[in-house]
């Protein structure tokens, strides 16, 4: 099983079709469906189509990078005009960013080991066992806020890595991300409780101007109603 990470910074080029000055950067992690890069070296996942019609429809245009996400959240977060996606909107980042979306929702779920024993009804119940999450991402903020105990590593593909070989006990990720992950590398897991549902977007720093993010949300609001959205999202099931 190779779970090596195939990249550590990737330029994908522009988004969207503009008749003004580039202005605006938008960083991203590998994190299926998504945002993913593919074996032939260019980015897909269902973040990335919508975000890429969304630039279109509002002849808006945007340089995406792809990063581990602690560093593409800490971007977005202190870096002039720069996005990040797919960012949970929760109550800890709230005031951190300007957000466009919703794109779709995130189900964070806490994988096992297929022969794992371990049960859990609630997420109390798991608060014996040893989590792995992703550094700096939401479900590692929201459960260590809980007092769980987290493990952290840079990307998804270590943390499957570090459950297969019994490093944590249980995997915190999104649902169809931990899914895809395992199918990919071929790695038995099983699903031991799904303990959040959130909304996810693109989380714009506060230096992106407000009729950006004006235009950006009615251009997706536009896509929901015609559809195009849920079309896209049915893709990645």
């Known amino acids: 099983m190779n779970l090596r990470k195939k990249v550590a910074l990737f330029f994908v080029g522009l988004l969207g079709v503009s008749s003004n000055s580039l202005g605006l950067s938008f960083v991203t992690e590998d994190y299926p469906p998504f945002a993913y890069v593919t074996d032939y070296g260019y980015l897909s996942g269902s973040s990335y189509q919508i975000i890429d019609e969304m630039l279109k429809r509002t002849r808006l245009a945007a340089s995406v990078k792809v990063y581990p996400w602690a560093r593409a959240y800490r971007m977005a977060r202190d870096g002039k005009d720069v996005c990040v996606f797919t960012a949970a909107r929760t109550k800890d980042l709230e ?8 794109l779709s929702t ?14 859990a009804n609630t997420l109390s119940d798991a608060r014996i066992y040893k989590i792995g999450a992703v550094n ?3 479900q590692a903020t929201f459960l260590k806020s809980n007092g769980f105990a987290v493990d952290t590593a840079s990307s998804e593909d270590l943390n499957l890595r570090k459950l297969s070989l019994g490093r944590f006990d249980l995997w915190a990720v999104g649902s169809a991300s931990g899914k895809w992950l ?15 549902e959130v909304a996810v977007y693109l989380a714009c720093n506060p230096s992106v101007a407000s009729s950006a993010i004006v235009t950006m949300n ?13 079309k896209v999202l049915r893709l990645y099931q």
């Open 218 to 230: 009615d251009a997706i609001r536009r896509m929901k109603a015609d559809g195009f959205i849920d």
């Open 95 to 102: 005031e951190q960013f300007k957000w466009v979306g919703p």
């Open 182 to 196: 395992a199918k990919k590398h071929g790695v038995p897991i099983k699903k031991v409780m799904t303990f959040r």
């Open 136 to 138: 700096e991402s939401a």
């Open 106 to 119: 995130d189900s964070w779920t806490l994988f096992a080991r297929a022969d794992s024993q371990i049960f």
